[in-house]
């Protein structure tokens, strides 16, 4: 701490009130504080995501043209609304005879919106100029739907894979994240407490320090935009136990580097007078691979027991665990439609449905008025 004391187990070492502490991290800073004995192993200080989703976005009904062609196609739908208007308006203002081809706004949105949609209607008869126009905008609608038509399925049921963090870089620039940190009250929370790299100051902002230390590592496997910083040694020690339903899935996701590379070791008080035994003990269960046939035998049994369990409790993260153990292993790169997959549509339609219903409403009320005010005139006059 800033102060120069220290966390708990570290600190009854430093102290004298216990003689050793398994799992130390060595570094130059403890080395004048304890005696340690030779390496053990190493250990990175990493973080945890689940692996990702795939999603289908609602707005995937209009991936289908790029926004340019939406813009250009919604310029020539108003562009050709707005050339055969002003024509009606001119010829009837400037010729006498002129008896029209088009006798209301709803047949010229007719005219530009039915090709698009499919629509049959029957056209009056047009002449010249609106001819020309009508065959060629027939013939563009007709292109235009058909491939619309062909990329559309494509387009709202091939899922999209969300893109997790795999960099601390990359988690510090996704604000869509909750960040804990497995609170060890060890060199890991020491490190985010004094750190000034700009990375790590951005994450320690919007890090939450996670004293659950099974929750931290669930909450990162098993729940979406969750990150679980923690030592691989002790990320792998959860996941076994609490995440395993079968040994050959992993269920959660390590970033690619490491923040800090720890050389874990054992700490004994200093001038211990059993550092020498411990050493020469440690160096040879090292070298002949005990100790790491032994990690590996404990996450074995961490896994078998937490199995068991699991399967006995078949709580809600049992479910959440079938439920990414068959996101993981799935072979279908798609899925059928959904809702979300024509909510624009419904959206569109309910907005018509809303703005008919409020015009139906205005005219009836004008039309009410004008035959209420026409009965006034009447009576005083």
Wanted: hydrophobic share 45%; charged share 20%.
């Amino acid at each position: 701490m800033p102060n120069g004391t220290w966390y708990e187990q570290m600190s009854d070492v430093i102290d004298g009130h216990r003689d050793v502490v398994f799992g130390s991290v060595r570094n130059l800073e403890r080395d004048s504080l304890l005696d340690f004995v030779d390496f053990v192993d190493f250990s990175g200080l990493k973080f945890i995501t689940s692996h990702p989703r795939n999603t289908v976005d609602w707005k995937a009904i209009l991936y289908v043209f790029s926004a340019n062609v939406w813009i250009c196609l919604f310029g020539t739908c108003v562009s050709i609304f707005l050339f055969v208007s002003v024509t009606e308006h001119i010829a009837a203002n400037y010729f006498p005879n002129y008896s029209g081809e088009i006798h209301s706004t709803m047949e010229i949105v007719g005219m530009v919106l039915d090709p698009l949609l499919e629509r049959s209607i029957k056209f009056p008869q047009l002449r010249s100029t609106k001819l020309y126009l009508a065959v060629f905008w027939f013939l563009g609608a007709l292109v235009i739907g058909t491939y619309y038509k062909s990329d559309f399925i494509a387009y709202v049921t091939y899922p999209q894979q969300e893109i997790i963090p795999r960099t601390f870089r990359e988690l510090s620039e996704r604000r869509d994240y909750n960040i804990k940190l497995l609170h060890l009250r060890a060199v890991g929370t020491v490190f985010y407490n004094t750190t000034k790299h700009p990375v790590h100051v951005k994450i320690r902002k919007r890090m939450f320090y996670e004293n659950n230390w099974p929750q931290c590592v669930l909450d990162a496997t098993l729940e979406e935009k969750t990150a679980c910083i923690s030592f691989d040694l002790v990320g792998n020690l959860f996941l076994s136990r609490n995440v395993t339903l079968k040994r050959s899935f992993n269920l959660a996701i390590y970033s690619t580097e490491s923040v800090l590379n720890t050389h874990m070791s054992i700490g004994l008080t200093k001038k211990s007078k059993f550092l020498d035994a411990i050493s020469e003990i440690t160096r040879f269960l090292r070298d002949t691979g005990h100790i790491r046939r032994w990690i590996a035998e404990a996450f074995e049994v961490n896994s078998n027991s937490g199995m068991s369990w699991l399967k006995t409790q078949q709580n809600k993260n049992y479910y959440k665990i079938l439920n990414m153990m068959d996101l993981i292993t799935s072979s279908s790169k798609v899925e059928p439609m959904k809702l979300k997959n024509v909510l624009v549509s419904f959206i569109a339609l309910s907005t018509g449905l809303f703005v008919s219903i409020v015009a139906f409403f205005f005219e009836m009320s004008v039309r009410t008025l004008k035959v209420l005010y026409s009965i006034f005139r009447n009576v005083t006059t």
